[in-house]
């Protein structure tokens, strides 16, 4: 006998959102606090090298290969007490590890590439790009975080950089991502898209804010609905989740169901907003707007919104 929730076809949206593939096995419980230094002694390790925001890969053949071995690493001043253990993959342990050498001073064979432009550009397959995401996250997280928010006493890395210890009043920080609401506000006929003003050139997405304190991701739907686009909204599904290393936010995707249509725009947040119907939004994903008007790529939680209204006819 089946249970009617689980009765739909299994294939989660969330697949086949950037970043999503992720196949290293964590093992955050089970974590020794020198677990770096086990995995450094084990000569299957495998580092990320990340620096300011890029992460470095060798230049090969006709590939970029964002894998080091533990020796390969050496000279790129890596920073091993910073390090972090991601997990475990088929391969062996996987580190990512903050280096210390400049993009200007890296040799020919390596180049150190802002994470955005890895994951638009499709440089690194998608198992490495999801650990790109962890690893950029965390990295992130222990920068910001090295003082004990309680007493203010530097803390200390532990279980391989799945927590933070203080020293002095013994509070245990664990790294920490930050939820934000994406939505596309749709009725069967057009779709509500906004320009923000950082956007590429003629690009327009799904609205999206930081789920606050205290609100139900539907209450923050519906909350930054209103505030950006004067939009109230009826009912709210949930779609797909992203992990979103910027720093250490998860976008989690919804439809809203408008209940009025006269916008009223927060031109402080947003450069336009306004109705879509259904074949320019078609035109926009295929990048054959007359006006040049587009929607986010592949690889962006806003792209599946978009196709997902689109396809559902
Ligand atoms: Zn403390």
């Not at 707007?289 to 978009?306: E, M, Q, R, V, Y």
Request: glycine share 8%.
């Amino acid at each position: 006998m089946s249970f009617r929730l689980f009765d739909a076809p299994l294939r989660e949206p969330s697949q086949f959102v950037g970043f999503a593939g992720n196949t290293i096995d964590r093992q955050s419980e089970n974590r020794a606090d020198d677990s770096v230094d086990q995995a450094l002694a084990d000569p299957t390790t495998r580092l990320l090298l990340m620096n300011g925001g890029r992460l470095y890969l060798k230049l090969g053949n006709s590939s970029l290969d964002p894998w080091f071995g533990a020796a390969e690493s050496q000279p790129f001043k890596i920073s091993l007490a910073d390090g972090v253990l991601l997990g475990f993959s088929e391969q062996g342990p996987v580190l990512a590890v903050p280096a210390g050498v400049d993009a200007e001073q890296l040799p020919e064979t390596i180049k150190a590439i802002d994470y955005r432009s890895v994951y638009m550009q499709g440089l690194i397959d998608e198992a490495a790009a999801g650990a790109m995401a962890q690893g950029a996250a965390l990295l992130a997280w222990h920068a910001s975080h090295r003082f004990c928010s309680k007493c203010g006493t530097e803390s200390q890395m532990r279980a391989g950089g799945y927590k933070r210890h203080c020293p002095n009043c013994g509070t245990e920080h664990f790294p920490r991502t930050d939820p934000v609401a994406i939505m596309l506000t749709a009725t069967r006929e057009k779709c509500l898209l906004g320009r923000g003003r950082h956007f590429a050139p003629g690009m327009y997405s799904a609205l999206a804010g930081f789920i606050e304190p205290g609100e139900t991701i539907e209450a923050a739907v519906r909350r930054e609905t209103l505030e950006e686009a004067g939009i109230r909204l009826g009912r709210v599904v949930y779609h797909a989740s992203q992990p979103w290393p910027f720093p250490y936010s998860l976008m989690i995707g919804c439809f809203g169901e408008p209940l009025n249509e006269d916008i009223q725009a927060d031109l402080n947040e947003l450069e336009d907003c306004r109705w879509f119907a259904r074949d320019e939004v078609r035109l926009m994903l295929a990048r054959e707007h007359p006006g040049n008007l587009i929607t986010p790529p592949k690889g962006a939680i806003a792209h599946h919104l978009i196709r997902a209204w689109v396809d559902a006819e």
